[in-house]
């Protein structure tokens, strides 16, 4: 595939899907599994988990970090331009039209109930995109993810757990697990 070719699919595949994803990081991420590994076959499930993991661990935006490895392992660091900048055109112009009629938005009953039907379908996709993660993980590692999950599950839903020491512990066990199975060999 010829680069001015792959960096214009990048572009326009990530300027579309940032465009028309509502809900934040994680239903982007969803997108982005179907676009490039369901559809382009450029990465597979197991490199999209990963993507996942480093950019959900990664500060800042989860959009904006899974552009940054999509683009460098697609295409180098301008691949990181590229899908940056098609990441960010969209919120960035909505946000400015949004911010210019603030207050019409805000009194329109039309838009809060508009606004009000999205939160469901977001809800829905955060859902879908858990579950397919799940799925995925539970493939190799079954007992330990579903522990893991119901941990976090409840150390995050039930006690209040700052999600940021959840994966930080979720990293430690990981290294941990790492360290024991390299020394068995």
């Not at 683009?71 to 039209?97: E, H, Q, R, S, W």
């Not at 579903?146 to 066990?173: E, K, R």
């Amino acid at each position: 595939m010829k680069k001015k070719h792959l960096y214009l699919e990048l572009f326009l595949s990530m300027l579309y899907l940032s465009t028309f994803t509502f809900g934040g990081g994680y239903v982007i991420v969803s997108l982005m599994k179907k676009k490039f590994c369901d559809e382009l076959h450029y990465i597979d499930e197991n490199e999209m988990l990963d993507f996942v993991a480093i950019a959900q661990s990664s500060p800042g935006p989860i959009a904006v970090n899974g552009a940054i490895i999509l683009g460098y392992k697609m295409a180098g660091i301008m691949g990181v331009f590229i899908c940056v900048l098609g990441t960010i055109i969209p919120p960035f112009v909505i946000l400015f039209v949004i911010s210019m009629f603030y207050e019409a938005f805000m009194s329109n009953q039309i838009i809060k109930e508009l606004l009000s039907g999205m939160r469901i379908g977001v809800a829905a996709l955060i859902l879908s995109v858990v579950y397919e993660m799940l799925k995925g993980e539970m493939k190799s590692h079954m007992k330990k993810t579903v522990l893991l999950f119901i941990l976090a599950l409840v150390l995050n839903g039930y006690f209040q757990f700052n999600v940021a020491w959840i994966i930080l512990g979720c990293v430690v066990l990981a290294l941990i697990d790492v360290y024991v199975k390299g020394g068995r060999k």
